[in-house]
């Protein structure tokens, strides 16, 4: 059984779910901590956010290497240094090669109830569909889009007058709550992963016996 005491988190951009996750495991019995806080671009809140909080930061950009192959060779050894039991992409807006995926479990967070509205633009997609639920999925990550098997969802409802922005960030207040349950979950009870099927601690899975 795996678990979760260091972590590693990589972010894009504005990096709420991060500071979720920062301020969690201010209590040690949260049984987390965020030991670095890696990114793919400069000058964004989320690295902000992690020097606040006293942690390392590291940037790779895509761009600064000749293939995609050496950005995920370079992330991964860069993630390796600090040695987590976790990897969490917290609004991580690339996709991580194998490099990553083979060496650390990694979570992933996705604001849409998949397998419906994978990629980069869920809330949007779900709304231009007229769904009128909606949610966020916490998922191990696997090398497709948000294909990985589920470890947590919750739904949210599509309000009318909706826009992007307001869906969001509604979404997002549900979602920090979910990805920080988790994540403590997985790093105090442990977790196993069969098929699809991820189970945290005792919980019973959606195995059929
Ligand atoms: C979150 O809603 C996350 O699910 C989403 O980006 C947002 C990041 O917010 N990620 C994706 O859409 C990945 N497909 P944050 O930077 O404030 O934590």
């Known amino acids: 059984m795996s678990k979760a005491g260091r972590l590693v988190v990589l972010v894009s951009g504005s990096g709420t779910n991060l500071q979720a996750l920062l301020d969690a495991s201010a209590d040690p019995s949260y049984g987390a901590r965020v030991v670095a806080v890696g990114a793919d671009r400069e000058g964004i809140e989320g690295l902000v956010r992690a020097t606040k909080a006293g942690v390392p930061t590291f940037v790779e950009k895509l761009g600064d290497y000749a293939t995609r192959a050496d950005w995920d060779r370079a992330i991964a050894a860069k993630i390796a240094t600090y040695e987590p039991d976790l990897v969490v992409a917290a ?29 980069a633009h869920g809330v949007r997609d779900a709304l231009a569909h007229g ?31 909706d826009d992007e922005a307001a869906l969001h960030e509604r979404i997002k207040t549900v979602e920090r709550r979910l990805l920080v349950e988790n994540v403590g979950r997985m790093a ?6 069969s098929g699809r099927h991820v189970r945290i601690g005792n919980q019973s899975g959606g195995e059929s016996t």
């Not at 090669?97 to 650390?104: N, Q, S, V, W």
């Open 91 to 119: 609004g991580f807006m690339k996709i991580l090669g194998a490099p990553t995926l083979d060496a650390f479990p990694v979570l992933n967070t996705h604001p849409a109830l998949l397998p419906s509205f994978p990629g």
């Open 131 to 161: 769904v009128k639920v909606t949610g966020c999925t916490v998922m191990l990550a696997d090398e497709g889009i948000d294909t990985g098997p589920i470890v947590a969802q919750e739904a949210v409802p599509v309000l009318p007058g």
């Open 188 to 193: 105090r009870e442990g977790w196993t992963v």
